[in-house]
């Protein structure tokens, strides 16, 4: 069984920062690419941030400059740090991960998400 943990949500003002951690554990052969996404009420979830294992990294237009992925393939982990938020921001942010599991099958792991509220 693989599990991805998240944390580090919460409540924050407008030009705050907050920082995401996950981690991925259980049957893990390999990690591929690690990422964020996020999914806003009535919206669609959309990728914010991902990471691949050589450290290739893709970011979405509206948090360039501002978001930073980063990862420990050690400690399998993947973090986010948010600075200058916006109320746009706030959304359920799910940790997602590329991996094969160690049974040798490909596997889509998500986390059970954390809450960001960016309050105006």
């Known amino acids: 069984q693989v599990q991805l943990v998240e944390s580090g949500g919460g409540l924050v003002q407008t030009g705050g920062s907050l920082r995401l951690s996950c981690t991925a554990s259980?049957?893990?052969?390999?990690?591929?690419?690690m990422g964020w996404y996020r999914q806003a009420p009535g919206k669609q979830r959309e990728l914010v941030a991902a990471i691949t294992s050589a450290g290739s990294i893709n970011y979405e237009d509206s948090v360039k400059g501002r978001f930073t992925i980063s990862r420990d393939n050690a400690k399998k982990m993947v973090y986010l740090q948010m600075n200058n938020l916006k109320p746009d921001d706030t959304a359920v942010y799910y940790c997602?991960?590329?991996?094969?599991?160690?049974?040798?099958?490909?596997?889509?792991?998500w986390g059970q998400g954390t809450l960001v509220t960016v309050s105006s």
């Open positions: 259980g049957s893990i052969n390999s990690i591929n690419a």
């Open positions: 997602h991960a590329d991996l094969v599991h160690a049974w040798g099958l490909a596997l889509d792991a």
